[in-house]
C-alpha cells in the first residue's frame, strides 16, 4: 500500500455503512470531509469505541513507539507482525477502523512516470480499513503522540499487479467485532489475518497523475482515466 487514499463522504455516512446502534461522539463535524488525497502524517477520521459509545476523531497517519525515535512513524502494519512483534506492542489493544472511498497505488507501466491506480469497492460501500493506534481519550482529549496505523496484508488474485500489499478490509460484520473490546486479541488477530475482504470485491482503475501530487485535490482526481 503505497500510502495515498481518499476521504470524501461525511463520517455520519461511514459510520453507517457499521450499522451499530451506539451513540456517536463526533470530533470530525457532519459536513462532508471532502478530502480526495490523504497524505501520510495528515489527520484522518477514525472510528474506535470508548465505553459504549463510538468516537469519531481526527487521528494522525502515523505511528511510532516512544523509543524508536530514529526512525520515521510507520502508516502501515504488516498483518504477519502486528499482534506480535515488540513495535506495536502497546497498541495492538486499540483497535480501530478507518473508514475510507478508496486508496491509490503506482505501477511502473514503463512510461516517464510511474502510474497511478484507483482501488475502491465494486459495490460502492465505504472501504472498512483495520486500524491500531494510540487514540484520543474521551476524558483527556487528543494527546501529542496519538496516531494510527492501517493493517496491511499479501495481495491476492489480480491485485498483485497493482501492488504486493493492501489494506485489510472487513465486511461491517466484522469491523463492529473488530471494533468491540470484549472481541479476544486471538481472535481478532485471526480476523485480521485470514477473514479480510478478497481480490474480487475490489475494482481498480487508471487515473490522472495529478494524484502523485499531495496539494491536488477535487474530484477530477478519482475520476477513470480513458
Not at 13 to 32: H, I, K, R, T
Not at 152 to 164: C, K, L, R
Request: net charge negative.
Amino acid at each position: 500500500m503505497c500510502g495515498r487514499l481518499s476521504q470524501y463522504r461525511g463520517i455520519h455516512d461511514f459510520a453507517a455503512a457499521l450499522s451499530m446502534p451506539n451513540a456517536m461522539v463526533n470530533s470530525v463535524g457532519d459536513d462532508s470531509i471532502d478530502r480526495y488525497n490523504v497524505a501520510p502524517t495528515t489527520q484522518v477520521a477514525l472510528l474506535h469505541l470508548q465505553g459504549d459509545l463510538l468516537h469519531a476523531d481526527p487521528v494522525r497517519w502515523g505511528w511510532r513507539p516512544h523509543w524508536a525515535k530514529d526512525r520515521a512513524a510507520p502508516i502501515n502494519a504488516r498483518v504477519e507482525k502486528v499482534a506480535h512483534g515488540p513495535f506495536f506492542r502497546a497498541i495492538w489493544p486499540h483497535r480501530a477502523i478507518a473508514p475510507i472511498d478508496n486508496w491509490f497505488e503506482w505501477v511502473d507501466e514503463g512510461g516517464p512516470k510511474k502510474q497511478p491506480y484507483l482501488i475502491r469497492r465494486r459495490d460502492g460501500a465505504p472501504v472498512l480499513c483495520a486500524a491500531i493506534g494510540q487514540l484520543p481519550d474521551a476524558d483527556e482529549g487528543p494527546g501529542e503522540h496519538d496516531g494510527f496505523v492501517i493493517i496491511t496484508a499479501d495481495s491476492a488474485g489480480g491485485m498483485v499487479d497493482i501492488h504486493d500489499r493492501r489494506p485489510v478490509v472487513l465486511t461491517p460484520d466484522l469491523a463492529r467485532e473488530w471494533l468491540d473490546p470484549a472481541t479476544p486479541k486471538e481472535r481478532a488477530e485471526q480476523m485480521v489475518f485470514h477473514q479480510g475482504e478478497q481480490s474480487e470485491v475490489f475494482e481498480w482503475f487508471k487515473v490522472d497523475t495529478a494524484v502523485g501530487n499531495v496539494r491536488n485535490q477535487g474530484l477530477n482526481l478519482i475520476a477513470r482515466k480513458d
